[in-house]
């Protein structure tokens, strides 16, 4: 008669050997898995400016011209209000996956609108503000170059929209693209940031003094940059340091690739 007992469990040596290799293949495949998991949605996103690219398309088509600028008018200021009308679900393709929560930067005004960031959404209170349709959810992702309005600008720069998607360089030209806020119009004489801190940042400084500037789009959110649709409805990543080299508006010159190894990743 066998009057061993059988082996029902592990020693706590084998357990803590056991649990050491599941800790080492953790920490093998988490960067595996964050990479891909950014990947993901940095194809999500491009899938999403697409389609809000092809209702800029679409726009044109119906009428001759890109959305016209209308000061105080929702459907001449604001993208949302300019395409809806192309989409069953606009909401549905309105946020970039990496950045799908609004954030907390108040703007500080009576609107109680809320600036983004590289991972948060924008938010305008459509209660409140008039940018927006009472019945608009009033968060995105996204924001347009205003230079491609009819008439943006006319007064104060006469000549410096295009307007349409048929001009010189409309594959170097911002259309729609992750933002901080719903556009930005910046200008060649705009100052360049630079760390005047000399410290490591999470991202460049954002308020109502340089929204409008490219700052509204510098961010490292996908692959060290964002993705933008062009005018000629072409899209690409670029990276937040090359943003400067694009044209924003008629006579914006290349300005260079910018050094931005300050803000981190």
């Known amino acids: 008669m066998n009057n061993r007992l059988t082996r029902q469990a592990f020693t706590l040596v084998e357990l803590l050997v056991v649990i050491s290799i599941i800790a080492v293949l953790l920490a093998i495949m988490t960067p595996v898995l964050s990479k891909s998991r950014d990947s993901a949605r940095t194809v999500i996103c491009s899938t999403n400016v697409r389609q809000l690219g092809l209702g800029y398309?679409?726009?044109?088509?119906?009428?001759?011209?890109?959305?016209?600028?209308?000061?105080?008018?929702?459907?001449?200021i604001t993208w949302a209000g300019s395409l809806r009308k192309y989409y069953q679900d606009l909401n549905g393709i309105r946020l970039c996956p990496t950045a799908s929560k609004v954030g907390g930067n108040e703007m500080l005004n009576p609107d109680g609108n809320k600036w983004g960031a590289t991972?948060?959404?924008?938010?305008?209170?459509?209660?409140?503000?008039?940018?927006?349709?009472?019945n608009d959810c009033g968060y995105g992702s996204y924001g347009e170059n205003?230079?491609?309005r009819k008439n943006f600008g006319k007064d104060s720069y006469p000549g410096e929209c295009f307007g349409k998607s048929s001009v010189k360089s409309a594959n170097h030209v911002p259309l729609i693209?992750?933002?901080?806020?719903?556009?930005?119009?910046?200008?060649?004489?705009?100052?360049?940031?630079?760390?005047t801190r000399g410290v490591a940042m999470q991202e460049l400084p954002y308020s109502a003094s340089n929204f409008r500037r490219v700052e509204g789009v510098?961010?490292?959110?996908?692959?060290?940059g964002i993705n933008i649709i062009f005018l000629d409805f072409s899209g690409r990543n670029i990276k937040m340091e090359e943003l400067w080299t694009l044209k924003w508006h008629q006579s914006?010159?290349?300005?260079?690739?910018q050094n931005f190894s300050w803000v981190k990743n």
Do not use: Q, T
């Open 57 to 76: 398309s679409m726009y044109e088509m119906d009428n001759g011209f890109m959305p016209e600028f209308i000061d105080g008018v929702v459907e001449g």
């Open 119 to 134: 991972f948060k959404a924008w938010w305008i209170d459509p209660v409140k503000s008039w940018m927006l349709p009472d």
């Open 146 to 148: 205003m230079w491609v």
């Open 177 to 195: 693209m992750d933002c901080r806020w719903n556009g930005v119009w910046p200008l060649y004489a705009d100052v360049i940031p630079v760390n």
């Open 218 to 224: 510098a961010m490292k959110r996908h692959k060290n």
């Open 252 to 257: 914006y010159k290349d300005r260079g690739v």
